[in-house]
């Protein structure tokens, strides 16, 4: 039983018109919210033994759902010649990069640590690491010791994690058998496929025993596929990734119409990215589109009439050159749109709150202003729309108890009239008091107590030689 008491607001949904925010105590049992209340109140039984969260000031909201991030370039930030240079410029250096440090599985671990602390302290509950970067010597062990050693820092931090099974460039038939083997190993009771049927077709049932949606009984590991877009994979490898998607129940993703993605999909195929993906399956409810700078009228319609989410990244967006997504034309049309950082190749902070402030910022110059507390369920609940994860970013009842306490009583909130739409206007860079994760305090006063953040980093530090 967790106590979190004397908060000034809590903002338990975003859905519909905006946040509610009541003032008082949360409780937190078995790692999920069993509700609101003053006092011992709601369903403690007089044995419980109550941990209590001071939230004396602080505006209580869901845990921040980052729905687009690649966990890897943690490791390389700020490279030289990778900020304001064209697509074809920066997709070499970022590879000379990788090459030079080399990626593998202790890579993999490292850099996910040190962004998933990094998230957490932050505010970020849930993040979604689209892995894109698999060497092309890797065999499918090697494959599935990367996502395992992902997997292995997300849980140790007990971070909520979606490993997203990249492609870029990929061998489409090597990439199908990794990504099955990375479901068997991340989530056992997936089962396995027939051994010799490397991806013919789509097999009856949707992988025994396991859970909804690739995800792990616990809910704090799920899995997705998700090739990087029509301007890197070819029709084969949406096909194979697609069929292994079916397969074993799990969501897709893609990333779609951002400046090169609309120029070689025309230049390619002489059609545009909607087109393409509608043509290959994947325009479809089960698969997010992150980015959507450039959509149509006409493309923002047919996305929302298909049924698929989206994910914003201005924070990588912006400083690629890619223009801004219309987010308030495809929220208007009915599509549901999460947030997401994308990575440290383009976007150095895994901060969402920041990018949310971001959004917010640049909002009117592609249409209508969109107001805090839509951007702040953007990165909450939109976000886990796209995920297939209803239980998260809200606090009713029955959610899972991720969730941030946000100090508002410092000199940078003082004035402001509405503390929850001051999270995202005041005090940028804004980090939460306390995190918690499925009923499991990760962040308390400021601090991370589930690792050690210098050790992260020297560990980091030491493998890059940084
Ligand atoms: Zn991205």
């Known amino acids: 039983m967790l ?5 000034d607001a809590i903002v338990i949904d975003t859905a519909g018109t905006g946040a509610t925010g009541s003032a ?12 609101e209340g003053g006092g011992a109140g709601t369903g403690d039984s ?25 966990l890897l370039q943690t490791a390389f930030r700020t490279l030289p010649g990778t900020r304001g240079v064209p697509m074809a410029e920066w997709l070499p250096t970022m590879a000379a990069a990788y090459g030079a440090v080399g990626v593998d599985a202790g890579l993999c671990f490292d850099a996910a640590s040190a962004g998933l602390a990094e998230s957490l302290l932050n505010g970020v509950t849930t993040v979604a690491d689209h892995h894109l970067t698999w060497p092309a010597d890797a065999s499918t062990d090697d494959t599935v010791a990367m996502a395992t050693a992902t997997a292995t820092a997300a849980r140790g931090l007990g971070a909520r994690l979606v490993f997203v099974r990249g492609t870029a460039r990929d061998d489409p038939e090597r990439a199908a058998l990794s990504a099955e083997a990375i479901a068997g190993a991340l989530l056992p009771g997936a089962g396995s496929p027939t051994p010799g049927d490397t991806g013919g077709g789509v097999r009856g049932g949707a992988g025994g025993g396991l859970g909804r949606g690739g995800i792990a009984d616990d809910g704090m590991l799920q899995l997705a596929v998700g090739p990087a877009g029509v301007h890197s994979d070819s029709p084969e490898t949406f096909r194979l990734l697609g069929e292994v998607a079916a397969r074993f129940g799990l969501r897709r993703r893609t990333q779609s119409n951002e400046q090169v993605d609309v120029a070689i999909a025309l230049e390619r195929y002489g059609r545009r990215p909607l087109e393409l993906l509608e043509e290959w399956g994947w325009l479809a409810p089960d698969v997010t589109l992150a980015h959507l700078c450039d959509v149509t009228a006409d493309e923002i319609a047919r996305i929302a009439a298909s049924g698929a989410t989206a994910t914003h990244a201005p924070g990588c967006d912006l400083p690629m050159g890619w223009g801004i997504a219309p987010v ?11 947030l997401g950082t994308s990575g440290g190749g383009s976007n150095d902070a895994s901060h969402l709150l920041a990018d949310a402030r971001l959004a917010m910022q640049v909002a009117p110059l592609v249409g209508p202003p969109i107001n805090a507390r839509t951007v702040l369920g953007m990165a909450t ?3 886990a729309a796209g995920l297939g994860r209803p239980e998260l970013g809200h606090l009713r009842p029955g959610a899972a108890a991720d969730l941030c306490v946000w100090d508002v009583s410092g000199v940078a909130d003082a004035g402001v009239a509405d503390p929850i739409a001051g999270l995202l206007w005041a005090s940028p860079g804004r980090r939460p008091r306390h995190v918690v994760v499925g009923g499991r305090v990760v962040v308390r006063d400021g601090q991370l107590v589930t690792g050690d953040e210098r050790g992260i980093v020297q560990r ?7």
């Open 3 to 7: 106590r979190i008491t004397g908060a």
């Open 24 to 35: 008082g105590d949360l409780h937190v049992r078995d790692g999920l919210v069993a509700g």
């Open 46 to 70: 007089p044995d419980d033994s109550v941990e209590v969260l001071d939230a004396t000031g602080c505006v209580i909201t869901p845990g921040l759902v980052n729905a687009h991030h690649h």
């Open 328 to 338: 308030a034309a495809l929220m208007a049309a009915g599509v549901a749109v999460g």
């Open 381 to 383: 609940a939109g976000s």
């Open 460 to 466: 980091l530090r030491a493998r890059v030689g940084r």
